[in-house]
């Protein structure tokens, strides 16, 4: 799962609150990620995925998810549609209901912005780089540093990260 949430937030340029609950929230599937807002396709022989979510920074006036997000599959260090994938055949086995969390432990539980930050620093220290210089934001900024190194226009990005 976490290879799925940490791939998705990195491709998807995501707020960690916007995969993972955040200050306490309780899980609402007209809010947060879920299953059902997954869907996949192929365009040239090549499986990607499309996310309905919403937009973190609109809350506080937009409620709803009223945004889509496109992964392009096969990227050639981080593919998070194949990540994406694997993680539904995975709570397909485990039973999960898809009208729950999208990113959940095995139990069903949605994991939380303090989760998600633990794990993008536990990944940083195996890697051997000092953890306390990440968070969960750092998937939204890493992804937004890898398309502009990949050469995507800065005005694009700016769209892609909503």
Excluded: N
């Amino acid at each position: 799962m976490w290879r799925s949430a940490a791939s998705f937030g990195l491709a998807g340029l995501a707020r960690g609150c916007e995969l993972a609950l955040s200050g306490g929230e309780t899980f609402d599937p007209r809010e947060h990620l879920t299953p059902e807002d997954v869907t996949f396709f192929y365009r040239g022989g090549v499986r990607h995925a499309r996310v309905r979510m919403r937009k973190r920074k609109d809350l506080r006036v937009l409620r709803g998810k009223h945004h889509e997000v496109v992964l392009g599959g096969g990227g050639r260090h981080v593919d998070a549609v194949a990540e994406l994938w694997a993680w539904m055949e995975t709570r397909a086995v485990l039973g999960l209901p898809r009208d729950g969390p999208l990113f959940c432990t095995a139990e069903g539980r949605a994991i939380t912005v303090d989760m998600l930050r633990d794990e993008v620093r536990a990944m940083m220290a195996a890697i051997g780089l000092d953890p306390s210089l990440y968070g969960a934001h750092s998937l939204r900024i890493g992804g937004a540093t890898a398309a502009l190194a990949a050469g995507i226009p800065p005005a694009l990005i700016r769209i892609m990260g909503r």
